[in-house]
Nanobody
């Protein structure tokens, strides 16, 4: 079992930055591919970014490329998402997710992930 807890969300003005963290417990995340997803009110959950188990491979949704950076520190059992140049349309609940994996694959579909955090709200004002 892996427990995931997101933090770092909040209210920020357009153009600002936020850094999200996802602290894992129960298992070492070095055995898990991980990702970030988001869900805005009335919309489906959508892929934001993903990273392979040792961080060698990453993937980003087109709408965050050049603005968000995903990273992980397996020694600290933590996943990160640095979000810069935020836009009002980035407003959503952001979730981290994990799936056991022994390869260098990144997963971009939410159905591939088994463990989920409770989410953290990000609100970007115009």
């Amino acid at each position: 079992q892996v427990q995931l807890v997101e933090s770092g969300g909040g209210l920020v003005q357009a153009g600002g930055s936020l850094g999200l963290s996802c602290a894992a417990s129960g298992r070492t995340i070095g055995n898990y591919a991980m990702g970030w997803f988001r869900q805005a009110p009335g919309k489906e959950r959508e892929f934001v970014s993903a990273i392979s188990r040792f961080g060698g491979n990453t993937n980003y949704a087109n709408f965050v490329k050049g603005r968000f950076i995903i990273s992980r520190d397996n020694a600290k059992n933590t996943l990160y998402l640095q979000m810069d140049s935020l836009k009002p349309e980035d407003t959503a609940v952001y979730y981290c997710a994990a799936v056991a994996d022994n390869s260098a694959i990144v997963y971009t579909t939410h159905t591939r992930y088994y463990y989920w955090g409770q989410g953290t709200q990000v609100t970007v004002s115009s």
